[in-house]
């Protein structure tokens, strides 16, 4: 798997907050896109510029104190969270300064964990199929390991 090593974030909920919003690339708010049923305790944005797996822009998670809504911040990639959005692979990068510590890699599990089962919630609510699911994070350094080395 690669990953860029830095990326330029739109950012779309600061940490703590609960609402997402669809942004432009002017940082205009847009639409409310999802209500999270506990405060996010991570910042939560994407780059616009590039789309995702999912084909909407490439989601990220950003590490570290509460960011501005609507504002850009350049940020090192140090992991990324696997996940599925009804059918589809919607993996999100984690970005942050230094290396993905445990206690971070557990609070992006226990986040996720909730995240998807709202999320699958809602996904029925919509009429939408497939899979929904939080299959784990990878570190930078697990990403770029070779296939034998990885746990």
Same mark, same amino acid.
């Given at each position: 798997?690669? !990953?860029p090593?830095? #990326?330029?974030v739109l950012i779309e909920v600061p940490k703590g907050g609960f609402v997402k919003?669809? !942004?432009?690339e002017v940082g205009a708010k847009g639409r409310i896109d999802f209500i999270s049923p #506990?405060?996010?305790p991570f910042n939560y944005g994407c780059v616009p510029e590039v789309p995702g797996q999912d084909g909407d822009p490439l989601d990220v998670v950003v590490l570290g104190p509460r960011l501005k809504a609507g504002q850009r911040y350049d940020r090192q990639v140090v992991g990324v969270v696997r996940f599925?959005?009804?059918g589809k692979v919607d993996d999100k990068l984690v970005a942050g300064e230094g290396t993905l510590s445990e206690g971070q890699r557990r609070s992006l599990h226990r986040f996720f964990r909730v995240y998807a089962l709202a999320r699958g919630v809602l996904n029925m609510r919509k009429g939408l199929s497939g899979r929904t699911e939080f299959l784990g994070v990878i570190t930078r350094e697990e990403a770029t390991a070779p296939w034998r080395n990885r746990r």
């Open positions: 798997m690669s !990953l090593e830095r #990326v330029d919003r669809e !942004l432009d #506990v405060p996010c599925w959005d009804a």
